[in-house]
Structures are given as C-alpha cells and as structure tokens.
C-alpha cells in the first residue's frame, strides 16, 4: 500500500490541494456565493440549468473536489464536513445543492474506473463536473477491445457543465444479455465517456429543481473501450482512501443533506418575512406575534433539528465504521436509506409547513418558499430517497432482529 | 474551591462508589432487571406504584445515583450515559423509566438546598428516593426561624417510596405574598421536608403511567425551617460540579430520554408480534410478510432514529457547553424545550403508529402495546414535553434566526 501511494504522490506530485482547506474556509467561500446565486436565481429557473457563471464559481470554490483526495488536487474534507457544505449550498438555492451533490460525488466516479483514468482527469490539480445515471436502459454489445453502446438515460443533472457522462448498459453479446458474474440478472455495468460523445435530448421540463439540467443524455452506437467501464454504485477502486469503500452510503445520505439544506432556507425565508411585521389578511395582530405561528414555527425548526441530528449522526456513523463493505446489493445501504427517506419526507413537511404558514405571499414566483416546496417535492420523488424503499428496510430490519 | 472539595471528601470519605460503575456496567444491571419488571408488569398497574422489591432493586443497580457525584456515594455518571440508562429503564416498562428518570433528577435535589443537608443524607453512600413537584401551589408563612407550610400538591411520582418530598410554595409574610427579588411576580420557593411529614392523598387513578404513584403529596400548617428552602429547577448549588448548573436543561431533556425509551419498547414489541407469525384477518398473508407493515415498521424505526439523535444530539450539547447559565426563566431552557417537545411528540407517534399496525391484538389488557400508548400520551401531558411549550421556544427560534 506505501507502494501505491507513493507512485500516486510521485504521478501527480505537480498537485496539491492549494490550501487545504477546512469546513470553515468551504462555508465562507459557500456564503460569499449567496449574492450571486440570490441574483441569479430567475435565471437559474428560467434556463433550466446552472449558468456558466456559477459553475466556474463552484469550481474556485473546489465544491466538485471536496471529496477527492488531496493528492489528486482535491480537498480531501471528510464526509461529516462535505455534508454540511452540500446543507448550506442547498439552503442557498435548491438547484445549486443539487447539482453541487450530484458534481461532488460525481466527481469520484474516475476513481472507480481505473487510475489511468483517474489519473488523466486529475492530473490538472483542478475541479471536474461529472453527470450521468445508474439507471440500466442503456445496451453494450461486444466488439473486438470493447463495445458498442446506445441507450437515453434520464435525469441527468448538470449534464450540461459536464466534462465526462456515464450512463449504465445492459451487457450483451450476440444479441443476448450476458449472465451476471454474481447472481441472477443480466450483467450491468456503467460506461463513463467524455461529453463530446452525448447527445442531450431538451427534456427537463419540470415541477421542482428546475434548474439543474437533468436532462435525457444518450448515446447512439458508440464505441466504449473496455476500460471505461464501471460498476456503479457498488464496485471497487484501485484507491485505499475510506470514501470509495464508503461510496454508495456517502452518496445515499447526501440527497438527505440537500433535503435538509432547503428546509433550512424555506425556515429562513419564513423568519424573513415575518421579521418585516407582515399582517395577514383579517388578522388583528402581525403574524409574528401571533401564538399560532410561533407555535408552528417552533414546531417545523424542532423537526428540522431532528432531521439534522439523524443526518449527522448517519454521516458519522458511516464515516467513523472502520469496515468496508464488499456487499453489492441494497440491503448494505438499507439503514441510510431508511434514514434518507425519513429526513428527506420530514423536509418536505417543514418546507410545506413553512409555506402554509406564510400565507398567500408565498405562491408568487417570486417567492423562495413555493420553490423550496417544489425543490424538496421533486427532490423527494427521486429513487434514492422514495418512501417505498421504507419496504426493503422494514425486510433488513426484520433480518437483523430475529 | 480546593477546600471545599477537600472538606467534602473528609465529610464523606468512608463513602466510595462502590463500583465506578461505567455506563456498559448500569446497562447490564438494567438488562438483569428485565425478568423481575416483567413478572411484576400487572402488579406495577394494579398497585398503581412500583412495589417496594423493584424500589430496592433499583437502588442497588445504584439508579437514583446514577448522577450524584462519587465523593457522595454516586455513580457521576456524565448526563449523556445516565440518559441512556433513563431510555433502557423505559423501555423495560414506561413506569419503571418514569420513577427511574424522576427519581435520578430528584437525587440531586439536596445538592441545590445546602452542603449540609447532601452531607447528612448522602454520608451512608447509598441511593435515596426524592419525589416532589415544582408546581407553586403551596404556601408558606413565615414565623419565626421558618415557615408554616400548608399546600396539597399533584403528581409527586414516586412519593411512596420516598425518603424526602419537595412542594413549591408561593412565600408569604402577614396574610400577603412577599414581593420577588428578580421579578414582578411574587417570591416563590420549594420546601424539601423528610416523607414522615407529609400526607399522601390517594389521587393517582390514571390513564397512563398507572404504576408511578404519582399521588396528590400535602402538607397542613408544617413548621419547615430557612435551609430547608430552595429555589426549583433554576437555583445554583454549593457544589460546582456541572451537573448542577445544568439542572434545568437536563430535567427538560430526560423526559424525552423516557420517552425514547417507551417508543423503543413499542417497536420491539411490534417486532416480537410480528415474528409470532401472526395473519391478521382477511389477510392472505402473515402480517411480517406485507409491504404495508413493512413500510410502516421501517417509517416508524426511522422516525425514532431521528428522536434518539436529535436527544443525543441535545444532551451532549448541554453537557458539552462550558457556560454555566445563570438565567432564571424558561427562555434559558426554550431549545431544550423545543427538543424535548418535538421528541414526545414523535414518540408518541411512534407507539401509536406500532399499535394501529398491531391490529386487535394490541387492545387487550394483557398486551404491551396499548400500554406503551397510554405511558407515552400521559407522559407527553407534563409541562416539560407539552406543545403548547413551543410558544415560548419561538422566541428562541426567531432570536436565533433573525
């Protein structure tokens, strides 16, 4: 292991993280961000993705880098610390804490490819935007020193920044799905191609974060060397550093990371407004004073406090469990998931709340509580965080008991 | 302060805690406990109190003194440890966690009277019983060298096994209240007088919480001397160990340890059930095997998780926080209020989700379920853990917000 470490310290000696930097400096950076975010907020809606602008200002940042080792130029923060970067970006803007979760965990898909290829996109020290989807509706079919891909993948958030694109493939040969390697079921596996290679169909037409670009991605009869391919979520790195071992639980818990982010800022923007004396209509006494509302917003900001707590005793939890899971199933991320689903549904009730609280102000575009609502509603119907994997949990939790 | 501690030791230097039991070492004796509380369970209901075998049982697992300090014959557990054995104790049976966490915060009532009262009861070493109520329904007049004391107070948990009993009382001098010295209200203290002094007054016939002899406690026209005052739960103590200057926030947050415990023991017990096998009627299925209860299973385990971490989230902050606060009003506790309340709340939900899964089964005297329901919406009742305590926390909130 010294050996393997010393080479990759020697391949990319040229790079060190520039500074080093800690939680603090990550958050400060995060809130000199809010002046543009907060200006460019019609913008982001409107487009349907993060503008240019943005993206460059969370690449100086080094969001995308946060996770990745310090010697391949990144920051190294632990997971507990990206967590809490990936809530406040969130609290800043939904879609920005979507795409800054989906890019920093992205960001370390080359290191389950190969180290060749970790190696090549890192080597510049600097932060890459990576996208694409687990979703198998992709087929590879066998050709001499790879395959030939084609397949539209779904919601793939920031494809439009991205510099490289992964989509998984159905693995066939003659036509035919290859048997899996480790069980019933065909054999899957992920291709992650630089973004030159992808069309992307305009799709993203939708009710909540809508600004972060998920749109379809596709591929039509590429030509995919063998060493492109991955397994996602669940394979192995080359690399010894804890978060690939921790890979599938890091990323599950940080869709509960932009839950909490949002709810944060729909309990701000109410405080907000109720800080300006607001008056409701046939009401004798300004919101603010009233009993109904200081019993409500308690009430929401004490969920809110329960869903951070499981968040970060989850993040610690997995961070600080010295084992590396070798299971490629999800009943291994089923206590994550459990949590993920709780804390993201619990999100979705403080920032319903906070709206009905705030009355019919609230339901002007112009008002960051109904796009909260939206963000955390669509953000909630993805897979990694449905109510119906509360199922699988209960079936895990039955398991451990008996 | 080196004195003070020296002259403590001396007073109590034949008192050593007998084990320096660690929080591994409370759990275990807990654990041993589990068959004596079962068998007992009907008894504890019926007798509406904990039988004396159970009292004395408690006292040698050395539960009462789990937070006294060791130069007094205690444990000095640290809060976050005695709370997690409060949960344990609940989770055996809701009134047995209920005496437990009244009788453990009782315990260090003598330390908040004076040096020379903690002195004569603790210089034996061993656990004594406290109940009392810090509801100042009592009065006392002052004669010379005292008071006379008359007030009949409710819900003295634990009252009959008692050593020493507290009542608050509204402080008068010729028929009128005697004006505060920190506020517009008038001057209130508790008296803390041996049990031979008081009436019990046979009240408690209740809904949940059955067996905690939370009974009516009186005093008629008591001669009660100056030092046997004090101010409850925000008084400052002789002793500087935290635990005394934590005394509000800790009494706050330990109903919701029992509430954690009770929610813990519904789950389990909806677990045991479902592991019988049972088919519930005009189901085609054993009930362990449908989505609907485990989606339910799983959603109401999330929902606990999410408790248990905001408690221990909020319990090591309090015992964590370095700042001894000299506040004397509920806006120094309004956080740990707020937590506290949110917690019951959701444990209450937790036993009620478990009992509706249960089906008929639940509604008979025998099962445990109902009873977890009945413990939990009576404990959700007290003052400490009541939503309308929200109200207050919301100044809190918005100070910290705004």
Redesign the interface.
Known sequence: MTTLLDKQRSVTGNVRSPDGATLDQVLSRIAALAPMVARLAPDIEQARRLPEGIVAALKSARIYSMLVPRRYGGLELDAPSASRAIVALAKLDGSVGWNAMIGHIGALMPFLVSQTLAEQIYQDGKDHVMAGSGQPVGTAERVPGGWRVSGAWQFASGCQNAEWIAGTCVMMEGGSPIDSPNGPGPMIRTCLMPAEHWEIPDTWYTFGLKGTGSQHVSLTDVFVPDENFFEFPFGASFAPDPIFGKFFEVLVLAHAAVAVGIAEGA??DL?EL??TGVKQLFMTTSL?ET?R???????L???L???R??L???VAGVWQNPERSAAKDSTRVAEQQ??A???TS?CVRVAEGCFELAGSGAVYESSSLQRRVRDLRAAAQHATVH??H??????A??AR??
Request: proline fraction near 2%; aromatic fraction near 6%; charge should be negative.
């Open positions: 309990i701000a405080v109720a800080g603010v009993e509302f200081r019993e409500g917003l308690a009430r900001d004490a969920e406090m329960a869903a707590a499981l970060e005793a989850q459990q949590a689903v709780w804390i619990a109510p119906r509360y199922a699988t949990a209960g079936a939790m039955l008991l008996s």
